[in-house]
Antibody, heavy 118, light 107 residues
Framework: QVQLVQSGSELRKPGASVKVSCKAS????????MNWVRQAPGQGPEWMGW????????MYAQGFTGRFVFSLDTSVSTAYLQITSLRAEDTAIYYC???????????WGQGTQVTVSS | DIQMTQSPSSVSASVGDTVTITCRAS??????LAWFQQKPGQAPKLLIY???NLQSGVPSRFSGSGSGTDFTLTISSLQPEDFATYYC?????????FGQGTKLEIK
């Protein structure tokens, strides 16, 4: 079955870090780029950037540089999003989304709720 | 960044109706537009890509049209499962950007 399965909800204090995983199955992981999308409470989706799953090269949207890191472990077909120095405004659902080609997000993970609260 | 503006922000309709949602880009994006459906507690689902191409498995009552700056999503013969929020997204330039959403509610 072709799917992306993300890790579970996370609760962190301000200043802490979190790492979200996105495990792919049912297709060749390195064939398609992986995007990361943030959705804050009550808001529309916001594209954070993507990572080339063949070369490991990431690209970050403005506003997601510095504290946000995309990485891969191709041996287990998994993409990761790490966020450091967490702030309350990072509270959101984070999705991974496979790139069908040229920016068409055809397969999504179920989302990971990250809550930042003291 | 390219701004995507959807209208209306919400619409009420009945089962069996036809609904049209509009998306306008702040600059020309050719046909680099996708439409998504999102239900509460679920991830967005790709419906249409390249402005008018129906994603595999999506019912044919969904259709998309437009190019340049103005696009429409039409849902014919609304079904109960179609009541959701719809988003457009441009893939012409980085950063990819989404519209603010249109909530389709049952009248």
């Amino acid at each position: 079955q072709v799917q992306l399965v993300q890790s579970g909800s996370e609760l962190r204090k301000p200043g802490a870090s979190v790492k979200v995983s996105c495990k792919a199955s049912g297709y060749t992981f390195t064939t398609n780029a992986m995007n990361w999308v943030r959705q804050a409470p009550g808001q529309g989706p916001e594209w954070m950037g993507w990572i080339n799953t063949d070369t490991g090269k990431p690209m970050y949207a403005q506003g997601f540089t510095g504290r946000f890191v995309f990485s891969l472990d191709t041996s287990v077909s998994t993409a990761y999003l790490q966020i450091t120095s967490l702030r309350a405004e990072d509270t959101a659902i984070y999705y991974c989304a496979r790139d069908l080609s040229s920016g068409w997000f055809d397969l999504w993970g179920q989302g990971t709720q990250v809550t930042v609260s003291s | 960044d390219i701004q995507m503006t959807q209208s209306p922000s919400s619409v009420s309709a009945s089962v069996g109706d036809t609904v049209t949602i509009t998306c306008r880009a702040s600059q020309g994006i050719s046909s680099w537009l996708a439409w998504f459906q999102q239900k509460p507690g679920q991830a967005p689902k790709l419906l249409i890509y390249a402005a008018s191409n129906l994603q595999s498995g999506v019912p044919s009552r969904f259709s998309g049209s437009g190019s340049g700056t103005d696009f429409t999503l039409t849902i014919s013969s609304l079904q109960p499962e179609d009541f959701a929020t719809y988003y457009c997204q441009q893939a012409h330039n980085f950063p990819y950007t989404f519209g603010q959403g249109t909530k389709l509610e049952i009248k």
